[in-house]
Nanobody
Framework: QVQLVESGGRLVQAGGSLRLSCTAS????????MGWFRQAPGKEREFVAA????????YYADSVKGRFTISRDNAKNMVYLQMNSLKPEDTAVYYC?????????????????WGQGTQVTVSS
């Protein structure tokens, strides 16, 4: 069992940067692969980035590759999403998700635990 709380979302101008944080409860955080997803109004939830439990492998959606970086600190039970060169199309609610797995996944259906989301709005 793990509970997730996201933070860091806000209004930012296009070209700016934000760092989202996800705090996980529980003592087994290092067993979980973590992912970031986002959902814009009227659209389905989509994959953004994922990281293996050990942090040694990451995976990105093509739309954010080269601009976003996912990382984790297992000692602090934290996962981060550094977002640079933000675009208006990055506007969405961003969700942190966890799955007890040694692998890595971009499939929303693979994740068992979700946070409540944090709003990111990028103005043009």
């Amino acid at each position: 069992q793990v509970q997730l709380v996201e933070s860091g979302g806000r209004l930012v101008q296009a070209g700016g940067s934000l760092r989202l944080s996800c705090t996980a409860s529980g003592r087994t955080f290092s067993r979980f692969a973590m992912g970031w997803f986002r959902q814009a109004p009227g659209k389905e939830r989509e994959f953004v980035a994922a990281i293996r439990r050990s942090g040694d492998n990451t995976y990105y959606a093509d739309s954010v590759k080269g601009r976003f970086t996912i990382s984790r600190d297992n000692a602090k039970n934290m996962v981060y999403l550094q977002m640079n060169s933000l675009k208006p199309e990055d506007t969405a609610v961003y969700y942190c998700a966890a799955v007890n797995s040694p692998g890595i996944s971009n499939d929303v259906n693979d994740y068992d635990y979700w946070g409540q989301g944090t709003q990111v709005t990028v103005s043009s």
